[in-house]
């Protein structure tokens, strides 16, 4: 696999003009189409069904999301009004962690791909930190021993699934994650790699060699034999049939085969995990650069530079991105609820139709609601860790109405942000500006609330599609559509800026009652 990523790199030249990137994301699969100015050209959003088949435990079909992908692909095709000959390269972002284990031989799935929110090996994970292995576990790995990572949940299928153990230690099953499993695909079955920034996610990669770290897969009970090989992200991953984007043919799963497609021509020249391709999308290239993006979860990255920072304060130390074998690290908080709590407000409480609504709703409930909602759905991320909180509503009143539960749920985002903010700061990081994206950002009251509580400058990125962005560009690179991340400041735009309009004193006074209602909670 090449690794050529920057100017003076053997990187293959482009013949097409557009660049198509995947966003793989854990309610839908989204695809862009890009011009060589990174303008985007096309767009294309597949949703697919969440299955929650038991108290904490979330699962998606990895046919559906195999299947919403490339129809993804073929609308924001369609919709760029371009031919497939005109494609330069693909580029591949994705949902974190998410653990896919299949058959080798056929390409299928043997249990249905668990969700990085899933929550079924918390005890696993108890029983790990109750041997004193999460200081060993954080400093080989950047991580903590929390049910998120993929680690436990690889081991999870393999002791569920009958047979599934001894079939992987044989080497007939591969395990991956969302990347790997759409490039095994997408390569007719021909190529298991994954790349840099998704393997440090999974508990198994060494954060300083980055390559798997044969006592980690030991002490997780996972059989090397199954893994991926780890590749930079900008690389020369696989050959693509593009009539797959074309054709109305059925899509299905790809077997094994070293037999060479003639006709795949469309290289794979990025693949990176989601928050680190908006790391890179919001060009955050330079240490101290901050970027948090609000979809399903949130996540805050910090780029720390060429050495991981080991947080002191419960923070994720983590790949930013690797290139030409060089390692770019980052502080990352992650939190599992944010828009997925207006989800909830609308799916589950039906006191909104549509996301928006939560914006005309909050206005005018100021800071002093007595309403504090701990969205502990899934349990609690960064800073605390704890897998088995649920979540509660403290200081409701016979007042309390939709327009304070509104309020209420956009404001713990925002307070949730708050704490992963002080953890870094507490880490040595100095923060002046939070560059923000992802589908909630759409929203000016929450983006307001976030200033405000946080007391930073929030600048609010010119599309939602950060992500995406930050893969299609490191794709340009490995084809020498762009020359070096250089080239990225000037082609990624803000919309809109938002000070705080609070005193220090405010800040603290709100947090305080949060803090109160998270101990609660704990
Ligand atoms: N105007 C809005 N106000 C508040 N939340 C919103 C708004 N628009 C979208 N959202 C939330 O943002 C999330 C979708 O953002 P997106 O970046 O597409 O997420 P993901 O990539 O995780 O699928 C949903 O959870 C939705 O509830
Ligand atoms: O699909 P998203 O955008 O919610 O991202 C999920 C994260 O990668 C999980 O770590």
């Not at 000959?85 to 994705?94: Q, Y």
């Not at 997780?220 to 109305?248: G, H, K």
């Amino acid at each position: 696999m090449s690794t050529n990523a920057s100017a003076g790199g053997s990187a293959a030249q482009h013949q097409g003009q557009y660049i198509l990137a995947i966003d793989q994301g854990t309610t839908s699969s989204r695809a862009m189409v890009y011009n060589t100015k990174l303008e985007a050209k096309g767009r294309g959003q597949q949703e697919f069904p969440q299955h929650f088949p038991a108290n904490g435990h979330v699962e998606h079909e990895p046919m559906d999301i195999w299947q919403t992908t490339i129809l993804a692909c073929r609308q924001a095709i369609k919709d760029a009004g371009v031919d497939v000959s005109k494609l330069a390269v693909l580029g591949i972002t994705n949902q974190r962690e998410t653990t896919i284990v299949w058959d080798k031989a056929t390409g299928q799935p043997i249990h249905r791909a668990i969700v990085w929110q899933d929550r079924r090996t918390a005890d696993h994970c108890q029983e790990l930190r109750d041997n004193d292995l999460e200081d060993w576990v954080q400093e080989r790995t950047g991580l903590l021993l929390d049910p998120y990572f993929s680690a436990t949940k690889i081991a999870w299928v393999l002791d569920h699934v009958e047979g599934a153990r001894q079939r992987a230690e044989a080497g007939e099953l591969a395990f991956g994650t969302v990347d790997s499993f759409l490039l095994w695909h997408l390569s007719g079955g021909q190529v298991h790699a994954t790349d840099a920034t998704n393997a440090s996610r999974t508990l198994l990669m060494n954060l300083h060699t980055r390559q798997w770290d044969p006592e980690l897969c030991a002490t997780f009970c996972v059989p090397t034999a199954m893994l991926p090989e780890i590749c930079d992200n900008a690389s020369s991953f696989a050959m693509v049939d593009r009539t797959l984007f074309q054709a109305e043919t059925e899509i299905t799963f790809a077997g094994q085969t070293s037999e060479k497609n003639e006709s795949a021509d469309l290289p794979v020249g990025a693949l990176i995990g989601d928050q680190q391709g908006a790391l890179v999308g919001q060009a955050c290239i330079e240490p101290g650069q901050i970027k948090s993006t609000y979809g399903t979860g949130c996540f805050a990255l910090v780029n720390t530079g060429e050495q991981p920072v080991m947080s002191d304060h419960r923070l994720l130390s983590t790949l930013g991105y690797q290139l030409n074998g060089e390692a770019t690290y980052a502080l990352e908080g992650s939190i599992f609820m944010a828009g997925a709590i207006v989800q909830w407000l609308r799916d589950k409480l039906g006191i909104i139709d549509t996301a928006a609504e939560t914006e005309s709703l909050a206005e005018g409930i100021g800071a002093e609601q007595s309403e504090i909602l701990i969205p502990a759905f899934t349990g609690l991320g960064a800073p605390y860790w704890q897998p088995n909180a649920r979540a509660a509503i403290f200081g409701m009143t016979r007042d309390t109405g939709k327009k304070q539960l509104a309020a209420a749920a956009l404001r713990s985002v925002a307070l949730q942000s708050r704490d992963l903010f002080k953890a870094m700061v507490a880490d040595g990081q100095t923060i002046d500006t939070i560059k923000v994206d992802g589908g909630m950002t759409d929203n000016a009251w929450f983006m307001q609330a976030l200033a405000d509580i946080t007391g930073y400058t929030v600048v609010r990125a010119d599309t939602a599609e950060i992500s995406v962005r930050g893969a299609a560009f490191l794709a340009g690179l490995e084809v020498n559509i762009f020359r070096s991340l250089t080239d990225l400041p000037p082609l990624c735009k803000s919309a809109g800026t938002f000070s705080p309009k609070t005193n220090k004193q405010e800040r603290q006074a709100l947090h305080q009652r949060w803090l109160a209602a998270i101990e609660k909670v704990r």
